[in-house]
């Protein structure tokens, strides 16, 4: 007998548009969408209740919304008896009642999942068509073939070929906007001694009843998982990503720029977009909302060094991290080029430490799922990296806490550019420094018991510490790097003595002592 089902087109709690490339040809008399909520996407890393309740509200609208435009959903929801709770089981056992013809899906954004769906169409026997994702300016194959052609890859050369290519920031004669591809120089500023300012309120959007019910099963379901659902205000539809978006390049554009890698005590949210986690769930697209702040600029709302810094982050980062995920997976997420072992603190899970910078960073995560880039990079990034954390334990919690982390985002920035696990693949040198950085971008040392200027000593800011110590450990390796030089030649300053102490304090660091004390 004919199946009565021709395709069964899966879709992922981070591919939630309805004109995705797994619907071309979609015919609702014929075909039929497969969802499903499980509790392994929130257990095989501890996720966050945020991070939970984010796929799940957002996977339930797109759901409800597919249903109202006449497409067959099959959804499987979380607190569901029937429900099997792995991906591959759910899948399979949909296979079995529904006897789909086919199988088909836009490419998943993490590799796990696309061999768990490949295993389950070749154990049941059926075809599997997996079709580019087209929310992105570049395909794998287009950055393969850069890639190829180099002999070192570096993040700056693919972005510029991605404005040319498509355009982007450049004059009529085919020059970049401004006379130049990058104005750092002209960002990346910390704010005066009396703070930010008036900060725009963030979009916030009200839960509906649907995500009301979402954060009452994820509260009841994921008790012992960390964060906080209380303020929960994320955008979980395509009309409150497009409100988020324009909210974002009507009041925060024009200072993203200056401020993008400032911080300060208690303001999570500054001049940022807020918008990673929309685009990460396909809720928008990258395209559009390049679109919206190179127009901010040629209408002279927005100034060229902010609006150029935001699309780099976009055109650029976002871009390239998914290029480099795909052409190295597998073996990619065992990298561990600095030979880092040490276990993740446990206080990375509460926040608990009586380093200022560290508390704020990790609070402000466990509260609202988010912080901003230099947040993860330069806090929370630089300290797990100057202790010597297992890389992969790094990732688990980046993927875990952050409401914007799928694999292929998250694990390029973690443990490449975060940790240099990929040995210099990510970014051509390690993202260290000492307390000094934090102390010139916010004004955390302050009120912090630790003073930044000190290696040794009761005193001594443990991120200074270690930064030295990461230099005296891993010295052959970082002389050879250019750009690490003359960090590395100032090991020579310290006498032999002092050396030996930072040495000490950084073992005592590593076993737990001095960051938690009182």
């Not at 309805?18 to 497969?34: E, I, K, M, Q």
Request: aromatic share 10%; glycine share 6%; with cysteine.
């Amino acid at each position: 007998m004919e199946p009565t089902l021709r395709t069964l087109v899966v879709v992922l709690g981070d591919q939630l548009d309805p004109d995705a490339s797994g619907f071309d040809g979609f015919d609702p008399r014929l075909d039929a969408v497969w969802m499903a909520e499980v509790a392994e996407e929130s257990t095989h890393v501890w996720s966050s209740r945020p991070r939970t309740a984010l796929f799940l509200s957002a996977m339930r609208h797109c759901a409800a919304e597919m249903r109202g435009a006449g497409r067959t959903v099959h959804y499987t929801a979380l607190d569901d008896p029937e429900n099997r709770g792995t991906l591959a089981d759910q899948l399979t056992a949909d296979i079995a009642r529904l006897a789909p013809a086919s199988l088909l899906m836009t490419a998943p954004g993490d590799w796990r999942v696309l061999e768990s769906v490949r295993q389950v169409a070749a154990d049941a026997g059926i075809p599997l068509e997996i079709r580019e994702d087209r929310h992105f300016f570049c395909t794998v194959r287009d950055f393969a073939a850069h890639m190829n052609e180099r002999s070192t890859l570096r993040m700056e050369y693919f972005y510029r070929e991605q404005r040319q290519r498509f355009g982007i920031l450049m004059t009529p004669d085919g020059k970049p906007e401004g006379g130049a591809w990058n104005f750092d120089a002209a960002n990346r500023k910390p704010f005066p001694a009396q703070g930010p300012g008036m900060v725009p309120p963030r979009a916030v959007f009200e839960p509906d009843a649907m995500t009301r019910d979402v954060l009452a099963l994820v509260t009841e379901r994921f008790a012992d998982h960390p964060g906080r659902l209380d303020t929960f205000a994320w955008p979980v539809t395509r009309s409150q990503a497009l409100e988020s978006l324009a909210l974002f390049i009507d009041e925060r554009l024009p200072w993203f720029g200056d401020a993008q890698d400032a911080m300060w005590p208690g303001e999570p949210w500054l001049w940022h977009a807020h918008l990673s986690a929309a685009m990460n769930l396909k809720l928008l697209h990258p395209r559009e909302v390049v679109t919206a702040a190179e127009a901010a600029y040629r209408d002279g709302h927005a100034p060229l060094a902010s609006v150029e810094g935001f699309i780099r982050q976009i055109l650029g980062w976002r871009e390239y991290v998914r290029g480099v995920y795909w052409t190295q997976m597998p073996g990619y997420a065992a990298r561990n080029a600095l030979d880092a072992h040490e276990p993740l603190p446990d206080w990375y899970w509460t926040g608990e430490t009586s380093m200022a910078c560290m508390a704020d960073a990790i609070s402000t995560t466990l509260e609202n799922g988010y912080a901003h880039h230099i947040q993860r990079l330069m806090v929370t990034g630089l300290y797990a990296l100057l202790l010597g954390v297992e890389p992969t334990e790094v990732h688990a919690w980046y993927l875990a806490v952050y409401v914007d982390a799928v694999e292929w985002v998250e694990l390029p920035n973690t443990l490449g550019m975060s940790q240099f696990a990929d040995g210099g693949l990510m970014g051509s040198k390690p993202y260290a420094a000492s307390g000094a950085y934090i102390s010139r971008m916010s004004p955390h040392c302050r009120t912090c018991r630790f003073d930044p200027k000190q290696r040794v000593g009761a005193d001594a800011c443990p991120i200074t510490t270690l930064y030295w110590d990461f230099l005296m450990r891993h010295r052959t390796a970082l002389a050879a790097n250019p750009r690490m030089v003359l960090q590395v030649r100032n090991i020579d300053r310290i006498d032999d003595d002092e050396r030996a102490e930072i040495s000490l304090r950084a073992a005592a660091i590593r076993r737990g002592e001095v960051v938690t004390d009182a």
